[in-house]
C-alpha cells in the first residue's frame, strides 16, 4: 500500500491524499466482513467465467463447461410450453366449430392461435388485419365469395380456390373479349349495366336495355339473375358495394374482356387441422362471418 | 529529494492503517428504564402484527380468500382487510411508499432517528437475539470474561442454545414471512406435511439466513455499513430535531462522585458526568454518545436510561443524556431557557403533505370503481363497409367485475346515428342491447362490432361511447372512443 506522507492532526490517522474543498478523506480501513466478501465476489466471477459464455474470440466465444447457450434455453422454453398448450389445444381439436364459438374460453383461445398463424400464412395476401388488397379479399366485410359460414370458410382455408387440389373451389370468369364472344362496345355497354346494378353512375347515352340483354345472355348463368352472384361457383354479387378489384369502368371492362381467376391456396397438409379449425373461427370472428 | 514521512513516524505510533479492520465484538450492558420499556412494547407490537397479521380471517364471501392481508400473486390480487386492489391499482402502493418517506422525514424532523431506534427491523430484530444472548450467555461481564477464558462445556452449551434459539426465531420468521402470500393454515400444514411448493420452502431459507445473518452477526455493522439512512438523515435533519443528546454544558468537566460534591459544597462548578462509561456499555452499536452526534448513533436512548439509573443513585438530576439539541445546550450555556420548537415551517409542511397524501389516497380508494370498461379500437383495418354499404368499426372492450359474484350486464352504444352492436360469440335474447354475463372479480374482455349507415362524405370520425349497466346493482360505467369512416 502506498504511503502518504500526509496526516490528520485533528484525528491522527493517515489520509488517502484526496482532498475535497479542503476536505481530506481518511484512510479508514473497510471491516473484514466486507474485503471478504468483496474478495468472494472475485472468485465467484472466475468461478462464472469458467461455467458460462464468458469471452468474445476472433470467432466465436468461450463456450463454459456447462455448454450453455440462450438458443438451447429458447429452444427447451418453447417445447415446455408447446407442451403446456397441448391439453387445451387438444379440447380445440375435439369441439365442434359451432361449439369452440360458443364457448368463451376456447374462443379466445381459437382467436389467439388463428391470430398468430394468421400473421404467418395469410397475411401476405390478405394482409395482417384480414383487411385484404385489390384482388385479395377483405375477410372483414359481409361479402363471400364462397360462402362465409364457419364451414363454408374451413372448407376454403382447407382446400382452397383454383388451387389445384381435388376438393378446392372450381368455377372462373371467363374472358369475354379475348375469347371473342362479345364484341368491344358490348362489353363496355354491360359494364355500365353491372355498374348500374349496384347504383353506380353510368355512362352518357349508354343503352341500358342492350346492356341488359347482354347480361341476361352471358352472365345471368354464373351471376344469377339480378347479378346476385353465386358461392357455389364463387360468382360475386355484383349488386353489392363491395368490390374485389374496384369498380370503376376501365376494372370492368377488363374484367369482362381477359377474365378473373384468382386462387386461394389449400392450406391442408400445410398446416395441422387444429390449426385449421382455429384459423377459420378466427377469420369468421372476424366479424363477417355469416 | 524530500524525505517520506510515514504516519506512523509523525504520529509516533502504531496508525499505518491494515488492509481492513476486524469486527469489534460489541458486548451490550443490560439496563432497565422508560426507554427499555418502551423498546420492549414497541418490539412486542412489530413482532406481534408481523408474526400473527397472516392468522387474521376476513369473511369475503364464497369463493374469496378469507385471510384478512394476503398478497395473492397467482391470481394478481392484494387483499387488505376490506380492500382488495388489482394488479392496475398497484398505484396505492405508490402512494404508501410516498406516505411513509413523508412520515418518516416528519418523524426525522421532531425526535431524530426515531425509526433506527425503535422501528427499523434491523433494530427490532436485534435487539430480540440480544435478549437471548442475555438470557443464556449472561450479561455483558459474563460474556466478556467467557469468551476472553477457556472454552469450558457450559460456555459451549449456553452458546449453542444461544444459536439454537436464534436460528428458531430466523425460522420463524422467514415462515411467517411466506404465509402473506397464501392461505395462511392450509400453507401450514403443506409445509409440516412437505407438501407446499418449493418457492415457499426456498423463501423461508433466505429470510432464515438473511434474520440470523443479519440479526445475529452483522447487527450494528447493518447500520454503520451497509444502510443508507444514516447519510440521507444527516442531509434531512436541522438543528431544532431532538436528537439523544449528551448535555456536556452539564456534564463537563467530569469529576469523580466525591469530588464533585466537593466542588459544589465550596460553590463551584462541576461537570455532572461521572465517567462511569455506563453509557457507552449499554450502547448496541457501541458509540459514546458523549463525543456528539453520530452516524453510529441509532438514538435508542438506552443511554438514557443507563445514565438515569446513575444519576438518580449519586443524587443529581436525571437526563444528563436525553432528547435535546444543540441549541439548547447553546441557549443554557449562554443562561437562556430551554427552547422547544415542535411547530416549525418544516414540520407543518411534511405533516400538510402526510395529511395530502392521505386525503387523495382515501379518496381514490372510496370512489374507485367496482365496475370497469376500456375500449381498444381496431386498427388494421380501422373501418370495414359491408356490401349494403354500411360502416363498420370493431372494438376490443375489457370489462372489469371487482365485485366478489358474476352479474349480468347490458351492453349499450351511444353514436353515430343508427348504431348497431352486436358482440362476437354473444348470441343475446335482447340483440339491439346485447347482456353478457360478467365472472366476479375477473376480466372479461369481447370484441365488439358497431356498424351504421354512414354516408362517406360526411365527418371521417364521430364519438361512440360504450355504456355498461348492471341489471341488478345498476351501477354504470362507460368508455369512449371513436367510430371511423374510411
Known sequence: MSQHNDTDHISGRSTTGHEWDGIKELNTPLPRWWVLTFYATIIW???????????????????????????????????????????????????????????????????????????????????????GAKGYPNLNDDDWLWGGTLDQILQTIQFGARSGNAKAH????????????????????????????????????????????????????????????N???????????????????????????????????????????????????????????? | MTKNVTSKELMGGDDDPPLYAPQKKIYPQRVSGTFRRIKWGLMALCLGVYYLLPLVRWNRGLGAPDQAVLIDFQSQRFYFFFIELWPQEFYYFTGLLILAAFTLFLMNALGGRIWCGYLCPQTVWTDLFYAVEHWSE?????????????LTANRLARRALKQAIWLIIAWWTGGAWVLYFS????????????????????????????????????????????????????????????????????GEPRCSVKKGRAQRALGETAGDCVDCNQCVAVCPTGIDIRNGAQLGCIQCGLCIDACDNVMKRIGRPTRLIGYDNDINVQRRTSGKTELFKPVRSRTVVYAALIATVC??????????????????????????????????????????????????????????????????????????????VLARDATTELRVLVTAPVDEKEEKTQPVKFRITDIGLGEVASATDHFVTP
Not at chain 1, 355500365?192 to 346492356?211: C, M, Q, W
Not at chain 1, 360475386?236 to 384468382?262: F, H, P, Q, V
Request: proline fraction near 4%; charged fraction near 20%; hydrophobic fraction near 45%.
Open chain 2, 138 to 150: 449472561g450479561d455483558r461481564r459474563a460474556r466478556i470474561k467467557a469468551n476472553a477464558g477457556p
Open chain 2, 359 to 436: 386525503a387523495v389516497m382515501l379518496h381514490a380508494l372510496l370512489t374507485r370503481s367496482l365496475l370497469d370498461l376500456n375500449v381498444l379500437h381496431d386498427r388494421n383495418p380501422v373501418a370495414v363497409k359491408l356490401s349494403a354499404g354500411a360502416i363498420r368499426n370493431g372494438y376490443t372492450l375489457r370489462f372489469l367485475n371487482k365485485r366478489g359474484f358474476d352479474r349480468v350486464i347490458a351492453v349499450d352504444v351511444d353514436g353515430p346515428a343508427n348504431a348497431q352492436i352486436h358482440i362476437v360469440g354473444v348470441d343475446s335474447v335482447t340483440p339491439d342491447r346485447p347482456m353478457i
Open chain 1, 231 to 290: 358461392q357455389e361457383l364463387g360468382a360475386a354479387n355484383l349488386t353489392d358495394k363491395i368490390w374485389l378489384y374496384g369498380s370503376d369502368e376501365a376494372t370492368l371492362i377488363e374484367a369482362i374482356s381477359n377474365g378473373r381467376a384468382g386462387v386461394m391456396p389449400a392450406w391442408e397438409g400445410r398446416l395441422d387441422p387444429v390449426t385449421i379449425k382455429a384459423l377459420a373461427v378466427y377469420v369468421h370472428a372476424l366479424g363477417g362471418g355469416k
Open chain 1, 45 to 131: 466471477a472466475f468461478g462464472y467465467w469458467l461455467v458460462y459464455p464468458a469471452w468474445p474470440l476472433v470467432s466465436g466465444y468461450t463456450v463454459g463447461v456447462l455448454h450453455t447457450t440462450n438458443r438451447a434455453a429458447v429452444t427447451a422454453n418453447l417445447a415446455e410450453f408447446e407442451a403446456l398448450r397441448g391439453e387445451k389445444m387438444k379440447a380445440l381439436g375435439t369441439a365442434s366449430l359451432a361449439d369452440i364459438e360458443n364457448d368463451p374460453a376456447l374462443l379466445a383461445l381459437a382467436r389467439a392461435r388463428g391470430k398468430t398463424v394468421f400473421g404467418d400464412n395469410c397475411a401476405p395476401c390478405h394482409g395482417s388485419g384480414a383487411a
Open chain 1, 170 to 229: 372450381e368455377g372462373q370468369m371467363l374472358a369475354f373479349g379475348k375469347d371473342g364472344v362479345l364484341k368491344s362496345d358490348e362489353i363496355v355497354t354491360v359494364a355500365n349495366y353491372v355498374r348500374s346494378l349496384s347504383g353506380l353512375s353510368t355512362r352518357k347515352g349508354y343503352d341500358a336495355a342492350k346492356g341488359e340483354k347482354i347480361f341476361a345472355d352471358n352472365c345471368v348463368a354464373c351471376h344469377g339473375e339480378g347479378g346476385k352472384g
Open chain 2, 183 to 250: 392461505d395462511a393454515p392450509t400453507l401450514v400444514k403443506d409445509l409440516a406435511t412437505f407438501q407446499a411448493p418449493a418457492i415457499a420452502y426456498i423463501w423461508i431459507g433466505i429470510l432464515t439466513a438473511s434474520t440470523y445473518l443479519l440479526a445475529g452477526h452483522a447487527r450494528e455493522q447493518v447500520c454503520l455499513y451497509m444502510c443508507p439512512w444514516p447519510r440521507i438523515q444527516a442531509a434531512l435533519t436541522d438543528e431544532w430535531a431532538l436528537n439523544v443528546t449528551y448535555k456536556y454544558d452539564r
